[in-house]
């Protein structure tokens, strides 16, 4: 399956972003969170990422953009993410954030659906 790859914005800096939907969680880069208050996790785990394991010990709220269109999320940073196609990944957008903001992939085209992250109207609770 092709890869998709955008630039986007985290922070107000510009990154690389694999949008991946067989990563659970958002991974951002160390160096675009060094503001940003990050939470210890209750108890640690592990996570095979690119052919390594990382221990998960901290979580952050950031704040992005992808063509112009804002969103928040919770992730995880981490020192070094690698490369995908060619490109020194700054960041992994995995399928927690992608649920969230309704960001669905077309592998055919190499594109984002963009329409939940541009309608910005969420159901939560509907009293019946």
Request: net charge negative; charged share 35%; glycine share 8%.
């Given at each position: ?113 963009l329409t939940g992250l541009k309608v910005r109207e969420f159901t939560d609770y509907e009293e019946?």
């Amino acid at each position: 399956m092709p890869r998709i790859i955008k630039e986007i914005e985290i922070e107000g800096k510009s990154a690389i972003a694999l949008f991946d939907t067989g990563a659970y969680h958002t991974y951002i880069r160390n160096e675009f969170v060094t503001d940003i208050p990050q939470r210890e996790v209750p108890e640690p785990y592990k996570v095979a990422l690119g052919g390594n394991v990382i221990e998960v010990k901290r979580v952050c709220v950031i704040n992005g953009r992808i063509e112009g269109y804002g969103f928040d999320t919770k992730s995880v940073p981490i020192e070094k993410i690698g490369k995908a196609d060619g490109y020194e990944l700054d960041a992994i957008i995995g399928a927690l954030t992608m649920e969230e903001w309704e960001i669905k992939l077309d592998p055919k085209s190499k594109t984002l659906d963009l329409t939940g992250l541009k309608v910005r109207e969420f159901t939560d609770y509907e009293e019946k």
